[in-house]
């Protein structure tokens, strides 16, 4: 199984900052990563696919970037409705695995 | 608009059964694979399984392989997940989900694009 680390597990911010979230894959993935975001309640929803493309709706303070076993998720001026936990999940093979969550916080 | 809807949640004792069903609108359903994920306060987000639309690719984690059955109607838009030999650490919110592309894409695993709301599993006696 590919194993996927994120960090940092929690992150405080404030409204206005920029913040970066790192995934790490524990073998290369290409571009087959994605971003998703859950709010407290929620399901999940796709941020990013193909590690940097944006999913139709999302803001474009929103951008991930990488390839091979290092990605990143980076959110510009972050706003109120970003506050939520964010996990990355890769796609390279048919046993998709997930991060294990960065929660961002006030 | 994508439409994904889960039911059939709910409480059972150990080593019982239950059936998932996802009901699915917004896009042409016998053309996508379709999933499931589970997410435990535990585990996180796991993969449970996925199959085709012409339902001749299937597969499981580990964890629920020879337990759990995943299966479609494509006449009715729908996905199913049958859980048997139910263990507690088969408690998690069950989610459905479809893939971004077509079967017909020539894309061996494409990503997800949409989820459902989740069910709710609960195990324990």
């Known amino acids: 199984d590919i194993q996927m680390t994120q960090s940092p597990s929690t992150l405080s911010a404030s409204v206005g900052d920029t913040i970066t979230i790192t995934c790490r894959a524990s073998q290369s993935i290409s571009n087959c990563l994605a971003w998703h975001q859950q709010k407290p309640g929620e399901a999940p929803k796709v941020l990013i696919f193909?590690?940097?493309n944006l999913e139709s709706g999302v803001p474009s303070r929103f951008s991930g970037s990488g390839y091979g076993t290092e990605f990143t998720l980076t959110i510009s001026s972050l706003q109120p409705d970003d506050f939520a936990t964010y996990y990355c999940q890769q796609y390279s093979s048919y046993l998709r695995t997930f991060g294990q969550g960065t929660k961002v916080e006030i | 608009e994508v439409q994904l809807v889960e039911s059939g949640g709910g409480l059972v004792q150990p080593g019982g059964s239950l059936r998932l069903s996802c009901s699915a609108s917004g896009f042409t359903f016998r053309s996508h694979s379709v999933y499931w994920v589970r997410q435990s306060p535990g585990k996180g987000l796991e993969y449970v399984s996925g199959?085709?639309?012409?339902?001749?690719?299937?597969n499981y984690a580990d964890s629920v392989k020879g337990r759990f059955t995943i299966s479609r109607d494509n006449s009715k838009n729908t996905l199913f997940l049958q859980m048997s030999s139910l263990r507690a650490e088969d408690t998690a919110i069950y989610y459905c989900l479809k893939a971004r592309y077509t079967d017909y894409e020539s894309v061996d695993y494409p990503p997800f694009d949409h989820w459902g709301q989740g069910a709710l599993v609960t195990v324990s006696s």
């Open positions: 199959i085709n639309g012409r339902q001749n690719v299937i």
């Open positions: 193909q590690a940097s």
